[in-house]
T-cell receptor, first 114, second 109 residues
Framework: NAGVTQTPKFRILKIGQSMTLQCTQD?????MYWYRQDPGMGLKLIYY???????DKGEVPNGYNVSRSTTEDFPLRLELAAPSQTSVYFC?????????????FGSGTRLTVV | GIQVEQSPPDLILQEGANSTLRCNFS?????LQWFHQNPWGQLINLFY???GTKQNGRLSATTVATERYSLLYISSSQTTDSGVYFC???????????FGTGTRLQVFP
């Protein structure tokens, strides 16, 4: 009964490096999301997916890429890390649009770009 | 897109006090949720409440969809209630949950 699992929990990157943030869910949810939370701020939507093979941009997609090859996994890729991407990243999933079950969030990945 | 505003931005309480947090949104919504982010950063889903009233222990929430606001009530606050409370909404014909900027609550013994 893991819910939404994110790895790694912490990472420090140098400017220009790349990395992939992993997210997996075991609830058979169709919808998955990536958010970023800057210090003292709310969450901003980066990308989302309504099912395997379908992804779309959120509010702040620049500098990121995603893929959704399976229902369970929704990795987020940073190709050329920049200091502006220092943030806490949350992955979330939901069963369907407007579901009464709501959204389930992972525990977050704290990324620092230096 | 939908705008979500929360008030107050900061709230300091003594243990045992009651409080009301407000969330205003700019358009009709299909989904509204309240979350608590604890001091360790974990996001806890408190209520799914696009309309009506719900209660869970010392917490309750009311959404008046026609007037585009929601209220979260915390009664007999405890130090463990500290953290940031977020309201998030999902508009009709969208697949996105949009977050407000949050209310930071500090409860002192």
């Amino acid at each position: 009964n893991a819910g939404v699992t994110q790895t790694p929990k912490f990472r420090i990157l140098k400017i220009g490096q790349s990395m992939t943030l992993q997210c997996t869910q075991d609830m058979n949810h169709n919808y998955m999301y990536w958010y970023r939370q800057d210090p003292g701020m709310g969450l901003k939507l980066i990308y989302y997916s309504v099912g395997a093979g379908i992804t779309d941009k959120g509010e702040v997609p620049n500098g990121y890429n995603v893929s959704r090859s399976t229902t369970e996994d929704f990795p987020l890729r940073l190709e050329l890390a920049a200091p502006s991407q220092t943030s806490v990243y949350f992955c979330a999933s939901s069963l369907a649009l407007g579901t009464a079950y709501g959204y389930t969030f992972g525990s977050g990945t704290r990324l620092t770009v230096v | 897109g939908i705008q979500v505003e929360q008030s107050p931005p900061d709230l300091i309480l003594q243990e045992g006090a009651n409080s009301t947090l407000r969330c205003n949104f700019s358009d009709s919504v299909n989904n509204l949720q309240w979350f608590h982010q604890n001091p360790w950063g974990q996001l806890i889903n408190l209520f799914y409440i696009p309309s009506g009233t719900k209660q869970n222990g010392r917490l309750s929430a009311t959404t008046v969809a026609t007037e585009r606001y929601s209220l979260l009530y915390i009664s007999s606050s405890q130090t463990t209630d500290s953290g940031v409370y977020f309201c998030a909404v999902e508009g009709y014909n969208t697949d996105k949950l949009i977050f407000g900027t949050g209310t930071r609550l500090q409860v002192f013994p």
